[in-house]
Nanobody
Framework: QVQLVESGGGLVQAGGSLRLSCAAS????????MGWFRQAPGKEREFVAA????????GYADSVKGRFTISRDNAKNAVYLQMNSLEPEDTAVYYC?????????????????WGQGTQVTVSS
């Protein structure tokens, strides 16, 4: 089992920045690829970003590429999502997830463990 707890969400004006954190506990964190997903009201949960177990490979949704950066610190059992130039369309609950597989998975069913989510609200 891997337990994931997100933090860092909040209310920010358009153009602003937030940094989300995800703290992991349980099994060896460095064995897992990590991802961020989000779900806006009335919409399905969607892929945002992912990072391989080593941190060398990353992947992003087209909608956030160039604005968001995913990173990880295996010594601290943590993964981060730096979000810059935020837009009202980024408003959603953001979820951290862990995948027990290689690469940079983008599909929800590739992930084995999920956090409870943190709300991000971007005002116009």
């Amino acid at each position: 089992q891997v337990q994931l707890v997100e933090s860092g969400g909040g209310l920010v004006q358009a153009g602003g920045s937030l940094r989300l954190s995800c703290a992991a506990s349980g099994r060896t964190f460095s064995n897992y690829g990590m991802g961020w997903f989000r779900q806006a009201p009335g919409k399905e949960r969607e892929f945002v970003a992912a990072i391989s177990w080593s941190g060398f490979n990353t992947g992003y949704a087209d909608s956030v590429k160039g604005r968001f950066t995913i990173s990880r610190d295996n010594a601290k059992n943590a993964v981060y999502l730096q979000m810059n130039s935020l837009e009202p369309e980024d408003t959603a609950v953001y979820y951290c997830a862990a995948a027990g597989r290689v690469g940079v998975p983008r599909r929800q069913y590739d992930y084995d463990y999920w956090g409870q989510g943190t709300q991000v609200t971007v005002s116009s």
